[in-house]
Protein backbone atom coordinates (compact mmCIF):
# COMPACT_ATOMS: atom_id res chain seq x y z
CA UNK A 1 0.00 0.00 0.00
CA UNK A 2 0.90 3.59 -0.71
CA UNK A 3 1.01 6.21 1.48
CA UNK A 4 0.70 9.16 0.41
CA UNK A 5 -0.03 12.95 2.08
CA UNK A 6 -2.90 15.49 1.88
CA UNK A 7 -2.64 19.25 2.92
CA UNK A 8 -5.84 20.66 3.23
CA UNK A 9 -4.75 24.28 3.09
CA UNK A 10 -6.94 27.46 4.20
CA UNK A 11 -5.57 30.67 2.88
CA UNK A 12 -6.60 34.06 5.19
CA UNK A 13 -9.87 34.16 3.79
CA UNK A 14 -10.86 30.60 4.78
CA UNK A 15 -10.74 29.40 1.21
CA UNK A 16 -8.99 25.83 0.53
CA UNK A 17 -6.54 25.13 -2.17
CA UNK A 18 -7.57 22.18 -4.49
CA UNK A 19 -6.06 21.09 -7.47
CA UNK A 20 -6.75 19.16 -10.75
CA UNK A 21 -4.33 16.16 -11.52
CA UNK A 22 -2.88 17.08 -15.17
CA UNK A 23 -2.23 15.08 -18.15
CA UNK A 24 -0.41 11.91 -17.81
CA UNK A 25 -0.79 11.27 -14.11
CA UNK A 26 -2.48 8.62 -12.66
CA UNK A 27 -6.50 10.19 -12.13
CA UNK A 28 -6.12 12.83 -14.70
CA UNK A 29 -8.42 15.47 -14.97
CA UNK A 30 -9.46 15.13 -11.44
CA UNK A 31 -9.21 17.32 -8.39
CA UNK A 32 -6.99 16.50 -5.26
CA UNK A 33 -5.84 18.26 -1.90
CA UNK A 34 -2.51 18.77 -2.85
CA UNK A 35 0.54 16.79 -1.24
CA UNK A 36 2.20 13.24 -2.19
CA UNK A 37 4.13 10.03 -1.28
CA UNK A 38 5.46 9.66 1.93
CA UNK A 39 9.42 8.58 1.85
CA UNK A 40 10.96 6.29 4.13
CA UNK A 41 10.83 7.64 7.69
CA UNK A 42 9.28 10.71 6.82
CA UNK A 43 6.51 12.38 9.10
CA UNK A 44 3.48 13.58 7.46
CA UNK A 45 3.90 17.42 8.55
CA UNK A 46 7.40 17.28 7.15
CA UNK A 47 6.10 15.47 3.57
CA UNK A 48 3.63 18.25 3.10
CA UNK A 49 6.06 20.78 3.60
CA UNK A 50 8.51 19.22 1.44
CA UNK A 51 5.83 18.24 -1.16
CA UNK A 52 4.66 21.62 -1.35
CA UNK A 53 7.89 23.78 -1.95
CA UNK A 54 7.96 20.96 -4.81
CA UNK A 55 4.77 21.31 -6.72
CA UNK A 56 3.61 24.46 -5.91
CA UNK A 57 6.71 26.60 -4.34
CA UNK A 58 4.97 27.47 -1.45
CA UNK A 59 5.25 27.92 2.40
CA UNK A 60 2.51 26.01 4.39
CA UNK A 61 2.14 25.10 7.96
CA UNK A 62 0.39 21.49 9.01
CA UNK A 63 -1.30 21.90 12.30
CA UNK A 64 -3.89 19.06 13.11
CA UNK A 65 -4.14 15.58 11.21
CA UNK A 66 -7.86 15.39 9.79
CA UNK A 67 -8.12 11.92 8.66
CA UNK A 68 -7.05 8.64 6.92
CA UNK A 69 -8.70 6.66 3.76
CA UNK A 70 -7.67 3.94 2.80
CA UNK A 71 -8.71 3.54 -1.62
CA UNK A 72 -7.99 0.67 -3.88
CA UNK A 73 -7.84 2.36 -7.47
CA UNK A 74 -7.54 -1.27 -9.14
CA UNK A 75 -4.00 -1.82 -9.74
CA UNK A 76 -2.52 0.18 -6.38
CA UNK A 77 -3.85 0.55 -2.92
CA UNK A 78 -3.30 3.94 -1.32
CA UNK A 79 -3.81 4.99 2.47
CA UNK A 80 -4.17 9.06 2.16
CA UNK A 81 -3.59 10.78 5.24
CA UNK A 82 -4.94 14.19 5.87
CA UNK A 83 -3.97 16.98 7.42
CA UNK A 84 -5.39 20.83 8.06
CA UNK A 85 -2.93 23.52 6.76
CA UNK A 86 -2.20 27.16 7.01
CA UNK A 87 -0.99 29.12 3.98
CA UNK A 88 2.30 31.43 4.80
CA UNK A 89 4.00 32.40 2.25
CA UNK A 90 4.43 32.13 -1.46
CA UNK A 91 3.53 32.47 -5.36
CA UNK A 92 1.62 28.93 -6.42
CA UNK A 93 3.39 27.61 -9.56
CA UNK A 94 2.30 24.51 -10.98
CA UNK A 95 4.55 21.38 -11.76
CA UNK A 96 2.65 18.38 -11.36
CA UNK A 97 -1.46 19.90 -11.67
CA UNK A 98 -2.43 21.94 -14.55
CA UNK A 99 -5.02 24.16 -12.39
CA UNK A 100 -5.56 25.44 -9.08
CA UNK A 101 -8.79 27.13 -7.04
CA UNK A 102 -9.49 28.50 -3.96
CA UNK A 103 -12.90 27.47 -3.13
CA UNK A 104 -14.98 27.92 -0.27
CA UNK A 105 -15.92 24.12 1.21
CA UNK A 106 -19.38 24.28 0.33
CA UNK A 107 -18.29 25.24 -3.23
CA UNK A 108 -16.03 21.66 -2.76
CA UNK A 109 -19.16 19.28 -4.79
CA UNK A 110 -18.69 21.04 -7.85
CA UNK A 111 -15.63 19.42 -8.72
CA UNK A 112 -14.45 15.80 -10.25
CA UNK A 113 -12.56 14.79 -6.98
CA UNK A 114 -10.14 11.59 -7.53
CA UNK A 115 -12.22 8.73 -5.24
CA UNK A 116 -9.62 8.81 -2.38
CA UNK A 117 -10.04 12.61 -1.70
CA UNK A 118 -13.70 12.45 -1.63
CA UNK A 119 -14.29 11.07 1.94
CA UNK A 120 -12.39 14.58 2.82
CA UNK A 121 -14.45 16.32 0.77
CA UNK A 122 -17.58 14.96 2.30
CA UNK A 123 -16.49 16.33 5.47
CA UNK A 124 -15.64 19.34 4.90
CA UNK A 125 -19.18 19.82 3.17
CA UNK A 126 -21.33 18.16 6.55
CA UNK A 127 -18.61 19.23 9.40
CA UNK A 128 -21.07 17.17 11.71
CA UNK A 129 -20.15 13.76 10.24
Given at each position: M ?42 V????R ?63 F???D ?12
Amino acid sequence: MIEVAAAIIHNAEGQILIARRREGKSQAGLWEFPGGKLEDGEEVPDCLRRELMEEMSIVIHPYAAFGVNEHDYGGFKIRLIAWKAELLEGQIRLSDHDAFRWVAANELDAFAFAPADLPFVHRLLDPLQ
